[in-house]
């Protein structure tokens, strides 16, 4: 069972409303994000691993968000953003538990 007091930070869960869609020219139209919903989560940050990503050091910070499920369906082509960073949707796996909870396995980019 998952404390509700744990989720103490709020995040926005966003998608991209111009996927597979084209310009009139048949190009790939510019990702325009919108937010899907708001909740509340609780945050888990993981080991840094540093890697290197188009000739340039990256650091990828493993986060960990959890949420109580939504009646949306998500998916990994979503976003998640929180106090101005955006975190990348890894994973998703619904937890077995009574309410029912999401773990929502993201990573940060930073320049290392």
Known sequence: M???????RLISIQFNSAAGKRDELGG???????N???CWASKETGTITQKEYS??????VPVIFTIRKPEVELNTAMRIVQDDKVYKIISITELETVPPYCRI??????AG
């Not at 000739?55 to 990828?60: A, E, I, K, P, W």
């Not at 396995?105 to 930073?110: A, R």
């Open 2 to 8: 998952i404390n509700p007091g744990k989720l103490n």
């Open 28 to 34: 790939k139209l510019p990702a325009v994000w919108e």
């Open 36 to 38: 899907l919903m708001k």
């Open 55 to 60: 000739g340039q050091h990256m650091n990828f």
């Open 105 to 110: 396995e993201t990573n940060i980019l930073q």
